[in-house]
Every structure is written in C-alpha cells, then in structure tokens.
C-alpha cells in the first residue's frame, strides 16, 4: 500500500502516545501525587514537541518538499548517538545510587547495558566494513 | 565554510523553497546553509551548483 503522505503515518505514534496517557489518567485509582503530575506533564511536554515536528514534516510534504534529507538524518544520527551514550551512563548511575533492588536484578540491569554496547559495536563494525553510502535515499 | 546561495538565489529570483524542491531538501536545509551552519554533502552541493549554472568551488567558499 503507497501512502500519498509518508508522514501521515508517522502521526500514530503520538496519537497513541496521547491515548495511553488518557487511559492511564482515568484510570488512576487515586488522584496523582507530585511524581504522577511530573510525568504526565513530561509525557504531554514530549508528545507536543512530536507533534510539533510532525506537523512541520506534514507541512513540507504538502508543498511538495522532501519531509526528510540529508541535514535531518543526519541531525537524528547525532541525536541518537548521544542520547545512546548518555543513557548508559544514566542507568549505570540509577542502578547503583539511586534504585535499591536485589543484587541478582542489578545484574539482570547491567547484563543488558552490557548487551547495548555490544549491539552497538557489531553495528559499529558491519558499518566500518561496508561503509555508508547514498545517505540522502531515503 | 561560506555560501554564496543567498545571492544567488536572489539573482536568480529563487525562493528557499524553490531552491529547496529543485535539489529534493526541505527548506530548513537551505537556511542552514545559508547561514553556514551545515555543510552539505558533495551531491547536495553539486545539485545546488547545477542549478545555479556555477561551479561547486563559486558557490560554497572554504574558509
């Protein structure tokens, strides 16, 4: 199936994004504590920047310009290859300073940061050897 | 690096995003570049100067 607008689908996810919370707030058996209201108002903070973004693809689409090139794959690339690093380091420190769980779960945690890493080396050799070519096809 | 696009575009009466469609980039892409705040690809910047009729090197300048 050929969609006229690649970036109309993209909308489900916020969509659902904003459903879930929905459901969550209604179901909540209790009104929210400080912590509730600062997650929900986080989620809806990052929703809204989504949708912002989408809106603008939309926009471009419409008036017959690519919704993605170069500059923007690039731009996430850079984004998830800091946003990667970081959160490794975020949940090393969360594991060992500010979670109290049981040893064998701190493990479970760490094997799967372990695993991470891996992931991204085997990703970080297979590109190393057949290199990257054509970045602007989308 | 320094672009000569603005000027050109204005020579050539070309809007961001007419220049934008006939290279296949959004239009944020040609603001950036404008700017000097990306350089682009050797396709992007041989597209670009093909639409202007100039070379690569008379339209992005090394600094």
Redesign the interface.
Known sequence: MKTKYKSLVSFISPTLGIMLLGLWAYMAKEPFNTVGYLIFGLSILMIGFGLYFKIQRFN?EK??????????KRIKEKAAAKAFSFSIYMWVFIILFLIDMEPRDKIIIGLGLIGMGLIFFLNWLYYSKVGISD??KN | MKTRIKELRARDNLTQVELAQRVSVRRETIVFLEKGKYNPSLKLAYDISKVFNMRIEEVFIMK
């Open positions: 471009s008036s017959g310009l690519t919704s993605d090139d170069e500059l923007s970045e602007d």
